[in-house]
């Protein structure tokens, strides 16, 4: 029994929360970096999404300022979700277990925040593994949609679920992510969307940097862009379902600025780039097909 004289544990200003799945270096790694930031109240909460062998033995040396929570496999929705609801705190920071977040990322992004629960904040990612032309190719198209939805203004229609923040009772009033998808694949495009809907504001943060270490293979990039078209298709029968007039589809100038967006950038030297920019959107088609046919039944078990 807690004895009722003993001071009561302070509720941390912020909670950093991570969902993982069978990436025990991966975690370790997010970990150290997490408990470097320069900030002078906060946890982190590591939701285990079914992992085999559980994770627990990986976030045990960082306790007690890491909590570990196993949940049976439900994807990275559901398992921020249960993050969020098992947090006092006033902020929800959110990132993967593959980033490494830069010392003052927490701390900028929550001063960003300010407080304001209509205010979702997005920090800009940088790829950490530049000789990786398949993770290049998908960082560079990350970049594209920030520029094309306009981040910097503030018209970006949601922000990665790797460099997010919000307040909590925000996130709850909202309702969370929905859990309903499985994959991690337009979840954090879907909340937004959301958000937008009721009257949020996004605000974009280009000093809260966070580096990702995506290693990926030319299966591995298809793999992901095609769960990036299986979202889509997901995402769609979702606004049907609540009637939304947010856009489903883009016009045809954007593909164009797609496809041209590395070699604007880079010049010749974005060639490459562009033709896996174009791969992308082959796997993406392919994988909202596919969907289309199978009417994308939740997965028992998600593909990283």
């Known amino acids: 029994m807690r004895d009722a004289s003993a001071p009561k544990a302070a509720i941390p200003e912020a909670a950093i929360i991570v969902p993982s799945y069978n990436r025990p270096e991966q975690l370790r790694r997010c970990l150290g970096a ?6 002078p109240s906060f946890e982190v909460i590591v939701v285990d999404d079914g992992s085999s062998p559980p994770l627990a033995g990986v976030c045990a040396p960082f ?11 439900a994807g990275p929705a559901a398992a921020r979700n249960t993050g969020a609801a098992s947090t006092k705190a006033a902020f929800i920071a959110l990132t993967d ?50 520029d094309y939805f306009g981040a910097s203004s503030g018209k970006m229609p949601f922000f990665t679920s790797n460099n997010m923040g919000l307040g909590r009772a925000a996130f709850e009033k909202l309702g ?12 954090d495009r879907e909340l937004g969307l959301r958000w937008r809907e009721e009257g949020g504001e996004s605000l974009y ?45 883009e016009p045809l100038r954007f593909y164009l600025d ?7 950038q880079r010049g010749l030297r974005g060639t490459g780039q562009m033709v896996l920019m174009g ?13 289309a046919r199978r009417g994308f039944a939740p997965a028992a078990r998600r593909a990283r």
């Open 205 to 249: 943060v280009p000093n809260a940097v966070i580096d990702h270490f995506h290693a990926m293979t030319l299966r591995k990039f298809w793999r992901q862009h095609s769960n990036y078209g299986a979202g889509a298709y997901h995402l769609h029968r979702v606004l049907d379902a609540r009637r939304s007039d947010q856009p489903k589809r």
């Open 176 to 187: 969370g992510f929905d859990k309903t998808f499985p994959l991690a694949a337009a979840e």
């Open 258 to 264: 797609l496809l041209t967006w590395p070699v604007r």
């Open 97 to 146: 277990d593959d980033c490494l977040p830069r010392p003052d990322w927490l701390a900028t992004l929550q001063a960003a925040h300010g407080g304001d629960d209509a205010r979702l904040v997005g920090g800009r990612v940088e790829n950490g593994l530049p000789a990786d032309r398949f993770a290049a190719a998908s960082q560079s198209l990350c970049d594209f949609l920030y």
């Open 279 to 291: 791969l992308s959107q082959v796997a993406m088609v392919n994988g909202f097909a596919r969907a």
């Open 63 to 73: 306790a007690p300022r890491v909590r570990y929570i196993r949940q049976d496999n």
């Open 34 to 39: 997490l408990l470097a930031q320069d900030h």
